[in-house]
Nanobody, 120 residues
C-alpha cells in the first residue's frame, strides 16, 4: 500500500550536481529514520546518507562533504543533494525508510532506485 519512488537520476558530467527525490505515498504514513543507499554493478550496497527522525545525519566516508540529505515530513519526501560528482559515484541510488502507517508497526522498505551515471 505504501510506495517509495525515487526520481532525479540521470547522466551528469564529473563535477556536476544532481538532486534525488524519494516520495513515500500512501495514507497515514509517518516517516522515521530515512536513508539513501547506492549499489554499483558487482559491488556491495553501501550507505550514502542517513537521517534520524530527530534530524541527526550520518554519511558514508566517500561523501566528504559533497552530499546533503534532507526531508519534508509534511510531504513524506526525502532528498539527496549531490555536488561535485565523480565517476565513482555512478550507481543505482535507492531510498530506504522506516515508517508507520496509521500508527501501526514500524516497517522498513526500499524504493526501486534511480540510476546516476557520472561520465564525460
Amino acid at each position: 500500500q505504501v510506495r517509495l519512488v525515487e526520481s532525479g537520476g540521470g547522466l551528469v558530467q564529473p563535477g556536476g550536481s544532481l538532486k534525488l527525490s524519494c516520495a513515500a505515498s500512501g495514507s497515514g504514513v509517518s516517516l522515521y529514520a530515512v536513508n539513501w543507499y547506492r549499489q554499483a554493478p558487482g559491488k556491495q550496497r553501501e550507505l550514502v546518507a542517513r537521517m534520524s527522525s530527530g534530524g541527526s545525519t550520518n554519511y558514508g566516508d566517500f561523501v566528504q562533504g559533497r552530499f546533503t540529505i534532507s526531508r519534508d515530513n509534511r510531504k513524506n519526501m526525502v532528498y539527496l543533494e549531490m555536488n561535485n560528482l565523480k565517476p565513482e559515484d555512478t550507481a543505482v541510488y535507492s531510498c530506504n525508510v522506516d515508517y508507520r502507517q496509521f500508527g501501526g508497526p514500524l516497517v522498513n522498505d526500499w524504493g526501486r532506485g534511480t540510476q546516476v551515471i557520472v561520465s564525460q
